[in-house]
Structures are given as structure tokens and as C-alpha cells.
């Protein structure tokens, strides 16, 4: 009997992008990840769906693991990961800001992988950082497939860049064993451990720094690299300032009207003269016929029917996520040259795929444009299981046309407007009544819903929580009442649409403040 198959792989974790990412949703899930990578290892291993489905059962060998961690920050995590058969790369901070050269060495290492003699077959990236794009199309034109984990904010391009996306939810529940929704609340940190490790950073970036260090940067460059102290609210202090008077930072003295920290008995001109402050460095693609397994001999070409149903099972079987019909056609016409003169005597490619009968795949025509999906494995990715079986998404609202790309692009889920204010004001009481972690909140609000005569799923309110979490709002810092998470939810809306380039009028933003604070109608009740 022959061996089963193996699916060559290599890991690239970007170590200090995920770990802060998985922080902003819960301090548990981020310590979970860095103490015990071999748990999820192995969820990746013998669990995680293939990139494409195989004709026959496929083993994945993950035979280079690479993480690439901060030393400065991330020191304790390194016995773990070593334990794991990760090669651990150090990326120490390059800049007084904190910026390391992560990207940089992650982009070399996977190029050189790529022209190893072994040919690696799937490539899996740990990282939300956009910048890998690039990288990503360059490894599909060489037919190599990707898989990416983001525990942040994406862009539409670099999802559509990738084979498979790792579900957040899923992994967070399986792979790090965050299955129960009760789990106990995450204990408070140690705020003497955090003015220790804040002291220290600061007297290390002033001795490295020829200049002042403006008092903004400064913020930042703690809020980054001490992990759990903005979620500590500056360690019981409340504010930065408040926080900055508890160190122990004598001689170094603060000017208010320069705005920096400064070390008098090195730079004692730096109150008549102003330094140039420093400057902080910041550290898309359809699906491409390469990223779909080639018809088989059972689908000749003499059999176009045969061969595009095959075509879309294999798209549907391959994707985390319902596929967009758009896609299909494209990826029709690159495999059945000049198959749109007339898409087989039936016009149009909508009126081809009614009459396909391809196995495994339902179309759902009931959102932009009509998506292909396995009804074993897939809800429509935009709209909702929740929105889905209630009917929830009125047709009749002349505001929908308008709001639903803006919810779509930002990530954030498909509900009603009466359902947006619920879980907002929902969240506001939530957060009033004690601090935040992630599957308490969430519980907590799916209860005030409830008592509010709204029915929400969890789901709805994890995507919503994750949309806000990761796009810089602050459970422990930012403004919390109903109003303010209003704002907050419409700015990452329409942030995330300048970001794809979309363009937004004032009747749009009109629309979309209306959506989240629309009322229940009465006979919703």
C-alpha cells in the first residue's frame, strides 16, 4: 500500500503582530498563542481544512517553522516556541518608535524557501500586515499555495491573495482551546511588574536617542512594547501623564512647552533649541485559475458542462469562504477560452450556472451579486446565518443599497439597523458594569439583547466586537457610551472604505449613521 500523500509546508510567524492582535480580543487568547504554540501547531497540523481539496487524503508536513519575535519585549515566549521546533528569529526594534525589521526578514526568508531545491507546496503566514500582498501573488503565479492567519484588520487584497484564510473564531475555540464561552475571566496584571518594565524602556530609548523624545512617541512606544499595559488603563494610573509621574525618572526632566522627555546632562541646549521630533517608520487579487486543481480526465474538453461544474466544485471545495460568482465567471473564462460569446447558448454566465449541476455547491443569489457555497461547511460570508434564517435584511429600506458595501468592506456583520443599536447600547452597559474579556462581554451582551426583545447570535456580536477590537478601539481607554460607540462603529466603516478606495458620498454617511441607531419597529417585537 502507498504512503498518503504529504503537502510540503512552511510557517512564517510574525510573532509580534499576532500575539498584540490576539491581545486586543482577550490578554488569555495572546498568552495562550506564545505559551503554547505545540497545541496549536498541531491544530494546523492534523486539523486545519487544505488550501485546495485533494482527490484523495493529504497529510500536511509543516517541515520550516519560522517565528520572528522582538527580544526586547518577547523574551519569555522563545523556551515555547524552541520546544515547537521553531526557528526563532530575532527581530529587535530598529527606531526609538519601536519599529523592527520583521517584514523585511520574513519577505527574504519565504523568497528563499520558495527557490530551495525542496519544493514547498503551501506556504502559511501568521500576520494581518497587508504589506505581504505582494508576496502572496508572487507565490500563487508560481503555483504555490497560501494560507494566512490575520489577528487584525485586513485589506479586501490581501485576502483575495491567499488560498485559505484561518477563521479567527475557529482558531481561537479549537486550536488554543477557548471552546467554552464561560471561561474564567483573565487575572489582573501585575502593575508593579508593568512600572518596572515601562521604567526601563524609557531609560533605554532616551539613552539611544541623540535628541528629546516627544511625549507622543514616547506613548506610543510603551503602549506597544510593554505588553498589557493600555489595557491595565497605565497600570491603575488612568492616564499617560498620570502614569509617566509614578516612574522612577530622575534626572530626566519633561518640557511642557517642547513637549518631550529629555536628559538635562546630556542635552542641556535642548530647551533653547527644537530638535526635529523623531519621525515613526510604519513597520489585491481575484482568485486565480492557478489557485484550482486542473479538470480531470473525467471532465474532458470535449465536455465543457462537465468541465466548468467541475471548475466550480473545485473552487467551492477550496475556499474557507462562500465564492463570489463574479470570481466563478473569471476563473471560467481563463479554463473554457471563449466560453462568454455566449456562455453555451444561454446568454449570460447567471443563466449558465441555473442549469449546472455541479456536486457539492448551492448558489445564493440573495446578496451582491450571488455567491457559490458548500451548504455543509459555508454560511454566505456577508450575510449572516442569523440574517439568513429571520429574514432579517429589509428589502424595503431604501438605506440598504447604500450601507451594505460599507458593512461589507469594513467586516463587519450584516445586520439590521435596530440589531446595531442593541448591541451597542448593549456593549456601553457592558463595559459600565465591569471590565472587559472578550467571552464575557460577549455573553453579557447577547443577555441585554435578549432582555431587550432582540435576538442577536453570537457570531453577529464576535464579528462586530472584532471590527471595532481591531481597528484601534480600547475597551479599558476609548469612550464607551452609546453614543460614542456609534461613532466609533461608523468611523471604521468609513475608514476602512477610504482605505479601499471606495467613494462616499454625504447621503452614504447619512445612511450609515441612520442603519446603527435605526429603532426596532414595532412589529419586529
Same mark, same amino acid.
Given at each position: 500500500?502507498?504512503?498518503?500523500?504529504?503537502?510540503?509546508?512552511?510557517?512564517?510567524?510574525?510573532?509580534?503582530?499576532?500575539?498584540?492582535?490576539?491581545?486586543?480580543?482577550?490578554?488569555?487568547?495572546?498568552?495562550?498563542?506564545?505559551?503554547?504554540?505545540?497545541?496549536?501547531?498541531?491544530?494546523?497540523?492534523?486539523?486545519?481544512?487544505?488550501?485546495?481539496?485533494?482527490?484523495?487524503?493529504?497529510?500536511?508536513?509543516?517541515?520550516?517553522?519560522?517565528?520572528?519575535?522582538?527580544?526586547?519585549?518577547?523574551?519569555?515566549?522563545?523556551?515555547?516556541?524552541?520546544?515547537?521546533?521553531?526557528?526563532?528569529?530575532?527581530?529587535?526594534?530598529?527606531?526609538?518608535?519601536?519599529?523592527?525589521?520583521?517584514?523585511?526578514?520574513?519577505?527574504?526568508?519565504?523568497?528563499?524557501?520558495?527557490?530551495?531545491?525542496?519544493?514547498?507546496?503551501?506556504?502559511?503566514?501568521?500576520?494581518?500586515?497587508?504589506?505581504?500582498?505582494?508576496?502572496?501573488?508572487?507565490?500563487?503565479?508560481?503555483?504555490?499555495?497560501?494560507?494566512?492567519?490575520?489577528?487584525?484588520?485586513?485589506?479586501?487584497?490581501?485576502?483575495?491573495?491567499?488560498?485559505?484564510?484561518?477563521?479567527?473564531?475557529?482558531?481561537?475555540?479549537?486550536?488554543?482551546?477557548?471552546?467554552?464561552?464561560?471561561?474564567?475571566?483573565?487575572?489582573?496584571?501585575?502593575?508593579?511588574?508593568?512600572?518596572?518594565?515601562?521604567?526601563?524602556?524609557?531609560?533605554?530609548?532616551?539613552?539611544?536617542?541623540?535628541?528629546?523624545?516627544?511625549?507622543?512617541?514616547?506613548?506610543?512606544?510603551?503602549?506597544?512594547?510593554?505588553?498589557?499595559?493600555?489595557?491595565?488603563?497605565?497600570?491603575?494610573?488612568?492616564?499617560?501623564?498620570?502614569?509617566?509621574?509614578?516612574?522612577?525618572?530622575?534626572?530626566?526632566?519633561?518640557?511642557?512647552?517642547?513637549?518631550?522627555?529629555?536628559?538635562?546632562?546630556?542635552?542641556?541646549?535642548?530647551?533653547?533649541?527644537?530638535?526635529?521630533?523623531?519621525?515613526?517608520?510604519?513597520?489585491?487579487?481575484?482568485?486565480?485559475?492557478?489557485?484550482?486543481?486542473?479538470?480531470?480526465?473525467?471532465?474532458?474538453?470535449?465536455?465543457?458542462?462537465?468541465? $466548468?461544474?467541475? %471548475?466550480?466544485? /473545485? @473552487?467551492?471545495?477550496?475556499?474557507? #469562504? +462562500?465564492?463570489?460568482? =463574479?470570481? &466563478?465567471?473569471? !476563473?471560467?473564462?481563463?479554463?473554457?477560452?471563449?466560453?462568454?460569446?455566449?456562455?453555451?447558448?444561454?446568454?449570460?454566465?447567471?443563466?449558465?450556472?441555473?442549469?449546472?449541476?455541479?456536486?457539492?455547491?448551492?448558489?445564493?443569489?440573495?446578496?451582491?451579486?450571488?455567491?457559490?457555497?458548500?451548504?455543509?461547511?459555508?454560511?454566505?460570508?456577508?450575510?449572516?446565518?442569523?440574517?439568513?434564517?429571520?429574514?432579517?435584511?429589509?428589502?424595503?429600506?431604501?438605506?440598504?443599497?447604500?450601507?451594505?458595501?460599507?458593512?461589507?468592506?469594513?467586516?463587519?456583520?450584516?445586520?439590521?439597523?435596530?440589531?446595531?443599536?442593541?448591541?451597542?447600547?448593549?456593549?456601553?452597559?457592558?463595559?459600565?458594569?465591569?471590565?472587559?474579556?472578550?467571552?464575557?462581554?460577549?455573553?453579557? $451582551?447577547?443577555? %441585554?439583547?435578549? /432582555? @431587550?426583545?432582540?435576538?442577536?447570535? #453570537? +457570531?453577529?456580536?464576535? =464579528?462586530? &466586537?472584532?471590527? !471595532?477590537?481591531?481597528?484601534?478601539?480600547?475597551?479599558?481607554?476609548?469612550?464607551?457610551?452609546?453614543?460614542?460607540?456609534?461613532?466609533?462603529?461608523?468611523?471604521?466603516?468609513?475608514?476602512?472604505?477610504?482605505?479601499?478606495?471606495?467613494?462616499?458620498?454625504?447621503?452614504?454617511?447619512?445612511?450609515?449613521?441612520?442603519?446603527?441607531?435605526?429603532?426596532?419597529?414595532?412589529?419586529?417585537?
Amino acid at each position: 500500500m502507498s504512503a498518503t500523500p504529504t503537502l510540503k509546508s512552511a510557517l512564517f510567524v510574525d510573532f509580534d503582530n499576532v500575539y498584540s492582535g490576539l491581545r486586543r480580543l482577550d490578554v488569555a487568547y495572546a498568552e495562550a498563542f506564545a505559551s503554547d504554540p505545540l497545541r496549536w501547531l498541531n491544530w494546523v497540523t492534523t486539523q486545519l481544512a487544505m488550501p485546495l481539496a485533494p482527490e484523495a487524503p493529504v497529510q500536511r508536513r509543516i517541515l520550516v517553522r519560522r517565528c520572528y519575535l522582538n527580544p526586547v519585549m518577547y523574551q519569555r515566549f522563545r523556551f515555547g516556541f524552541s520546544k515547537a521546533g521553531f526557528e526563532i528569529i530575532d527581530c529587535p526594534p530598529m527606531t526609538s518608535a519601536g519599529k523592527t525589521s520583521t517584514d523585511i526578514h520574513m519577505v527574504l526568508d519565504m523568497v528563499d524557501v520558495l527557490q530551495s531545491p525542496t519544493h514547498y507546496d503551501e506556504f502559511i503566514v501568521f500576520s494581518a500586515d497587508a504589506d505581504f500582498t505582494p508576496l502572496l501573488r508572487k507565490l500563487r503565479r508560481d503555483d504555490r499555495r497560501t494560507t494566512i492567519f490575520a489577528a487584525g484588520a485586513t485589506s479586501a487584497s490581501y485576502d483575495a491573495s491567499s488560498d485559505l484564510i484561518i477563521d479567527p473564531d475557529a482558531f481561537v475555540s479549537e486550536a488554543l482551546g477557548f471552546g467554552d464561552e464561560d471561561s474564567t475571566p483573565t487575572a489582573p496584571p501585575d502593575f508593579e511588574s508593568l512600572l518596572s518594565q515601562a521604567e526601563a524602556l524609557v531609560w533605554s530609548v532616551v539613552d539611544k536617542s541623540p535628541e528629546p523624545i516627544m511625549l507622543p512617541a514616547l506613548t506610543r512606544i510603551l503602549a506597544t512594547q510593554v505588553p498589557g499595559l493600555t489595557d491595565s488603563r497605565w497600570a491603575g494610573r488612568g492616564t499617560f501623564t498620570g502614569f509617566l509621574r509614578d516612574l522612577t525618572l530622575d534626572p530626566l526632566r519633561i518640557d511642557r512647552e517642547n513637549n518631550w522627555l529629555y536628559d538635562p546632562r546630556r542635552l542641556r541646549g535642548a530647551g533653547n533649541g527644537a530638535p526635529e521630533a523623531p519621525r515613526n517608520v510604519r513597520a489585491d487579487a481575484p482568485l486565480s485559475p492557478s489557485s484550482v486543481a486542473a479538470p480531470t480526465a473525467a471532465a474532458p474538453a470535449s465536455d465543457p458542462r462537465a468541465q $466548468i461544474e467541475r %471548475l466550480l466544485a /473545485d @473552487a467551492v471545495a477550496a475556499s474557507a #469562504r +462562500p465564492v463570489a460568482v =463574479a470570481r &466563478l465567471a473569471h !476563473l471560467v473564462r481563463q479554463h473554457v477560452p471563449g466560453i462568454d460569446t455566449d456562455w453555451l447558448g444561454h446568454g449570460t454566465f447567471k443563466r449558465l450556472l441555473e442549469t449546472l449541476h455541479a456536486p457539492g455547491v448551492e448558489i445564493s443569489w440573495s446578496h451582491l451579486g450571488g455567491h457559490a457555497l458548500d451548504p455543509q461547511r459555508h454560511a454566505p460570508d456577508f450575510l449572516s446565518q442569523s440574517a439568513a434564517t429571520a429574514g432579517d435584511l429589509p428589502s424595503h429600506d431604501p438605506r440598504w443599497p447604500q450601507v451594505a458595501p460599507m458593512l461589507q468592506v469594513a467586516s463587519l456583520p450584516a445586520m439590521s439597523g435596530y440589531k446595531y443599536r442593541a448591541v451597542l447600547q448593549a456593549l456601553s452597559t457592558a463595559l459600565a458594569e465591569g471590565p472587559y474579556a472578550l467571552a464575557h462581554t460577549s455573553k453579557r $451582551i447577547h443577555e %441585554l439583547c435578549l /432582555d @431587550a426583545h432582540v435576538s442577536v447570535s #453570537r +457570531p453577529d456580536i464576535h =464579528a462586530l &466586537l472584532r471590527a !471595532l477590537l481591531f481597528n484601534g478601539f480600547d475597551p479599558t481607554t476609548s469612550p464607551t457610551s452609546f453614543d460614542d460607540l456609534v461613532a466609533t462603529t461608523c468611523g471604521v466603516a468609513l475608514a476602512a472604505c477610504e482605505r479601499e478606495g471606495m467613494t462616499i458620498s454625504d447621503a452614504d454617511r447619512a445612511a450609515l449613521l441612520g442603519w446603527v441607531v435605526s429603532e426596532q419597529e414595532k412589529h419586529d417585537v
